[in-house]
Nanobody
Framework: QVQLVESGGGLVQAGGSLRLSCVAS????????MGWYRQAPGKQRELVAD???????KYADSVKGRFTISRDNAKKMVYLQMNSLKFEDTAVYYC?????????????WGQGTQVTVSS
């Protein structure tokens, strides 16, 4: 079992920045990749960014050049630096981890942290 806890969300004006953090606990081995998803009301959850233990990253087209994902493997933490925020970035942001198991893999999700970008 893995627990993921996000922090760092809040209210920010358009053009501002926020840094989200996620810490993993429990059975934290083989969490790869870790990343961030977001979901706005009435919308499907979408991948924002993820990162492997080796440092390979992937970003949604809508956030490329503005968001940066990073990972501290020793601390089992993942971060999302969000710059030049837009109103369209408003959503609940969820930390995510994929965990390999003997039988396959499991998906783990945090409770989410609200990011609200005002005009």
């Amino acid at each position: 079992q893995v627990q993921l806890v996000e922090s760092g969300g809040g209210l920010v004006q358009a053009g501002g920045s926020l840094r989200l953090s996620c810490v993993a606990s429990g059975s934290i081995f083989s969490l790869n990749p870790m990343g961030w998803y977001r979901q706005a009301p009435g919308k499907q959850r979408e991948l924002v960014a993820d990162i492997t233990t080796a440092g390979s990253t992937k970003y949604a087209d809508s956030v490329k050049g503005r968001f940066t994902i990073s990972r501290d493997n020793a601390k089992k933490m993942v971060y999302l630096q969000m710059n030049s925020l837009k109103f369209e970035d408003t959503a609940v942001y969820y930390c995510h981890a994929l965990k390999k198991t003997l039988g396959g893999f499991d998906n783990y999700w945090g409770q989410g942290t609200q990011v609200t970008v005002s005009s």
